[in-house]
């Protein structure tokens, strides 16, 4: 018996009769009405609020908007090898496609060594779906998103959100969500404000965020 086990069965004989019947819990959460353009939106505004920088692109304008993320993302935090030639860690089944017009070096994580990913400028990455009433977006591992280690380390993290993958309300995200998968949820920048309610970005996670949001 695992310790868990025991816990739980002391817990049952403790307790006797007196839990009652199991319960079946309702699950009809709300769902939003909003047009997907309200929701796009309204996505860009929570996002723009927790200072994250949100450009809108075509599919066939991804490369360019990413490429423009970079850019401006590490003016705004520069890494260790920030200027001619920054590195950027992506994935293992990012679309190449992506990251075709990104000046630098691009980095493919296959288990580098944290000093390796903490050498690099930035980080970009899909997404598994964007919560657009609380401005969050949620990764889950999978192999477009990676590990959670590269999303956390570097300064700057471009994210590519798909329209598609926009929902209005939290129970709408989690209904799209596997639990069994290791899930971040982003809300802007990694930001505190224990310290005297003084706000610093940078703490905990990537002090920029830049959001491509491809429509269309």
Known sequence: MSARDEVLSRIRSALGDRHGPDVEVPRT?????????????????????????????????TAEAVARAVVDGLARAPGPGTGDHPRIIVPPALPDGWVGRVAGEVV??????????????????????????TGTIVLDGS??????AITLVPDLHVCVV?????????????????????LTWISGPSATSDIELDRVEGVHGPRTLEVVLVTG
């Not at 980080?123 to 598994?128: H, K, P, R, S």
């Not at 192999?143 to 959670?148: S, V």
């Not at 929902?167 to 069994?180: F, I, K």
């Open 108 to 133: 493919t994580d296959d288990a580098l060594p944290v000093d390796d990913v903490d050498g690099c400028d930035g980080v970009v990455t899909a997404a598994a779906v964007a919560i657009a009433e």
């Open 29 to 61: 959460y709300r769902r939003d009405a909003a047009t997907d353009h309200a929701l796009l939106d309204l996505l860009e505004e929570r996002l723009t609020d927790y200072r994250a920088q949100v450009r809108r692109a075509t599919p066939d304008g």
């Open 143 to 148: 192999p477009d998103q990676g590990r959670r």
């Open 162 to 182: 798909r329209a598609d993958q926009v929902v209005g309300s939290v129970p709408e995200g989690v209904a799209r969500l596997d639990p069994t998968r290791p």
